[in-house]
């Protein structure tokens, strides 16, 4: 099978973390006999230092062209100075946009090799293994009325659903869950919010067409603190657009570190993958971040784009395996243990996959 994928590096340390996916790539490739074919273009503040366009119109191009999206980050400091339609953040926006993006995956699991990098003591983060489905084209991101008003002294947004938009993410939900445990939790705030009130409605009408799936909701401030003290007890987490956005930095943090955390925004035609880390800009350049969410987003590409669920379980089963071979990068490093680097994390996981000793097995 031919790989065709565009390559959106970005801003920060997207590009470091970048190259450490593909070169887990060619060797994932490699193995199993695919070909991998590479468009590689600019996006975020990358692309507006060099056309004044933070999505140009060629990297546009490139994405509807290739089979799907690897993207690693954006997001610049210097971006505070650019008019807001012009900053990175309204560049990805504007790709999901374009994409057809509107369910975010991100699985969240703790490798038994990381159970003592989790903030939270071992006897509760154990077992923790569940996937966020966030609602990605609509809400308080993309509602309309939107902006400053009375000259800069107050502002606007607006978080709007329409019931098709909640229906449609809602059945991803279930769907995901028919492949796990069976269990969605719709997180709203359904006390205060009249579009949280149209969000439940809608998922419990959805639940009726998935019987064998047990349906619950919880208020979002009520699932923050059940996210800490009780991880393992979720399943599934379906959440509008906002709440999936900040439930999902928390959950990283339970599992030991963000740069775990993966990525699959689908819907449209491919998909968009990256790592939730942002572009980090405070470690750009010192090649010392973790490129193992990236890392993890490429194999989320290879399961929903090609169906390749041995290739994608081979990448999963090298992150393992590597970490239990007492690898850490900064930020999961221990005091007194020694870290390497995020090209050496990723030739690493390139050599397990290579070496064929890590399982291809789902």
């Known amino acids: 099978m031919r790989w065709r994928i565009a390559v959106l590096g970005g801003d920060g340390v997207g590009p470091e973390v970048m190259e450490a996916a593909l070169e887990v790539l060619r060797a994932a490739a490699g193995r199993f006999g695919h070909e991998l074919t590479t468009d590689i273009q600019d996006v975020g503040y990358a692309a507006y230092e060099r056309s ?24 610049d400091p210097r971006s505070e100075e650019v008019p807001v339609e012009l900053r990175p953040e309204a560049a990805l926006l504007a790709l999901r946009k374009e994409m057809g993006c509107y369910a975010n995956l991100r699985p969240v699991r703790l490798l038994p090799a990381l159970a003592s990098v989790s903030p939270l003591r071992p006897e509760i983060v154990k077992g923790t293994d569940l996937v966020i489905v966030r609602e990605l084209a609509g809400g308080l991101y993309y509602g309309e009325p939107r902006g400053p ?5 107050a502002a606007v947004d607006t978080m709007k659903y329409h019931q098709d938009e909640v229906a449609r993410i809602a059945r991803v939900a279930f769907e995901t869950a028919r492949g796990r445990r069976n269990s969605v939790l719709s997180v709203d705030k359904a006390n205060v919010l009249h579009s949280s009130r149209l ?36 399943d599934v987490m379906l959440t509008p657009n906002l709440f999936g956005d900040v439930l999902s930095d928390e959950a990283a943090a339970v599992i030991g570190s963000i740069g775990l955390l993966a990525s699959a925004s689908i819907g449209g035609d491919g998909g968009i993958f990256e790592p939730v880390h942002g572009s980090a800009p405070d470690i750009a350049g010192t090649g010392t971040a973790n490129p193992l969410a990236m890392i993890l987003s490429a194999a989320l590409l290879l399961r929903h784009v090609y169906s390749l669920e041995a290739e994608s379980a081979a990448i999963e089963s090298a992150v393992a395996q590597v970490l239990e071979d007492g690898l850490r990068t900064a930020d999961l490093a221990g005091d007194g243990e020694a870290a390497v680097g995020t090209a050496e994390m990723g030739s690493a996981v390139a050599a397990a996959i290579s070496s064929e000793k890590v399982s291809a097995d789902a």
């Not at 008003?149 to 002294?153: I, M, Q, S, T, V």
């Open 52 to 75: 004044g366009n933070p999505l140009p119109e060629e990297t546009l191009a490139a994405c509807h062209d290739a089979d799907a999206v690897l993207l690693g980050a954006v997001g």
């Open 149 to 153: 008003l009375d000259d800069g002294r």
């Open 199 to 234: 969000w439940r409605r809608v998922v419990n009408e959805i639940a009726e067409e998935y019987s064998d799936v047990e349906c619950d909701h919880m208020l979002v401030d009520r699932a923050a603190m059940e996210l800490v003290l009780n991880p393992s007890s979720f």
